[in-house]
């Protein structure tokens, strides 16, 4: 028999040398999937933020600028609710756990990040003011804190 019939395997020096590559190559990528999901988290929550805004301001357009009772509780988005502005509770990804669904009354946004709870209502002192709501873990112009 010659030399290239009996050659029709791999060595074990070309098989460590391809699990040495998809070592590093995973090394490299991992991290990546890691800094996506907190990307993903990020994103989710502010589009539920957008998604309460929304329906508060559409409420006010059709009540007449009255806004609705929400109280502080588990996902207590009263009239949001129970007419269908909001189909489920709203989700702070952000924060995630047991309080992700959380409703406090608050004057402003939080100062640090927080996982206490998931959102802030403000709820309008008068018929001009208008209600606003953050999320929690978030500033005042929506940034998110870096979780601790």
Not at 4 to 31: D, H, K, M, Y
Not at 70 to 86: C, I, N
């Amino acid at each position: 028999m010659t030399r290239s019939s009996l050659r029709r395997a791999f060595t074990l020096v070309e098989i460590l040398i391809v699990v040495v590559i998809l070592g590093i190559l995973s090394a490299v990528v991992v991290p990546q999937f890691s800094h996506a999901t907190q990307d993903s988290k990020l994103q989710a929550t502010v589009q539920q933020l957008r998604h309460v805004r929304n329906a508060i301001d559409v409420y006010g357009l059709q009540h007449a600028n009255q806004f609705p009772e929400v109280t502080e509780g588990d996902g207590t988005w009263g009239e949001l609710m129970t007419l269908g502005y909001l189909r489920q509770k709203p989700v702070n990804h952000w924060v995630g756990g047991d309080n992700a669904t959380m409703i406090i009354l608050g004057d402003a946004a939080d100062g640090a990040w927080t996982n206490e709870h998931g959102w802030i209502y403000r709820a309008p002192t008068d018929e001009l003011a208008s209600p606003w709501v953050w999320a929690a873990g978030f500033d005042g112009s929506d940034q998110a804190y870096d979780p601790e």
